[in-house]
T-cell receptor, first 108, second 116 residues
Framework: GQNIDQPTEMTATEGAIVQINCTYQ??????LFWYQQHAGEAPTFLSY????GLEEKGRFSSFLSRSKGYSYLLLKELQMKDSASYLC?????????FGRGTQLTVWP | GAVVSQHPSRVICKSGTSVKIECRSL??????MFWYRQFPKKSLMLMAT?????????EQGVEKDKFLINHASLTLSTLTVTSAHPEDSSFYIC????????????FGPGTRLTVL
């Protein structure tokens, strides 16, 4: 089976840095995805890690440790518009299995 | 590029009726599309994998006779919720994979189904 775990909620202030953790257990693992989803909208792709290490893309970075079954999404210089749900998804045999999402609220 | 559309965006129907939701890849051909449902404040639950020209592969616990999936062309997959009941009310989202061996999926805008 698939088991993807991430915190339910996080809060932070504008300009701060926040790290959203994700642990996963899945068979046939072939990559870890992060998506952003605003309420009532479709998820939008943020990042993809298949090898261990850090992938940096502007204000967002994502890290993967395959041996530990662990990933994190790092958001820097937080803006109000970053308030959203962040979904961790493990790729397995061509499919994506999602965690429940972390609802991030950014305060002014 | 890689735009996926869904129709309708919202639908309200009476209990016992069937509802069809369309998912289209607008600027690419998708041999594989996926159907998810999402409950409020919950994550996306994969329902089935839709392969062009063949039967869909359903996840464990998803009734294939209840949720009929057809992938008749490389740009269109449909999900039909048969004999809908209030507990089928949910947000249904489709996604498409750009190519074989590529994991990234592009998501449609979702369809909000309300069954009265």
């Amino acid at each position: 089976g698939q088991n993807i775990d991430q915190p339910t909620e996080m809060t932070a202030t504008e300009g701060a840095i926040v790290q959203i953790n994700c642990t996963y257990q899945t068979s046939g693992f072939n990559g870890l995805f992060w998506y952003q989803q605003h309420a009532g909208e479709a998820p939008t792709f943020l990042s993809y890690n298949v090898l261990d290490g850090l992938e940096e893309k502007g204000r967002f970075s994502s890290f993967l440790s395959r041996s530990k079954g662990y990933s994190y999404l790092l958001l820097k210089e937080l803006q109000m518009k970053d308030s959203a749900s962040y979904l961790c998804a493990a790729g397995s045999l061509g499919r994506l299995y999602f965690g429940r999402g972390t609802q991030l609220t950014v305060w002014p | 590029g890689a735009v996926v559309s869904q129709h309708p965006s919202r639908v309200i129907c009476k209990s016992g009726t069937s509802v069809k939701i369309e998912c289209r890849s607008l600027d690419f051909q998708a041999t594989t599309m996926f159907w998810y449902r999402q409950f409020p404040k919950k994550s996306l639950m994969l329902m089935a994998t839709s392969n062009e020209g063949s039967k869909a592969t359903y996840e464990q616990g998803v009734e294939k006779d209840k949720f009929l999936i057809n992938h008749a062309s490389l740009t269109l997959s449909t999900l039909t919720v048969t004999s809908a009941h209030p507990e089928d009310s949910s947000f249904y989202i489709c996604s498409a994979r750009v190519g074989a061996g590529v994991n990234e999926q592009f998501f449609g805008p979702g369809t909000r189904l309300t069954v009265l």
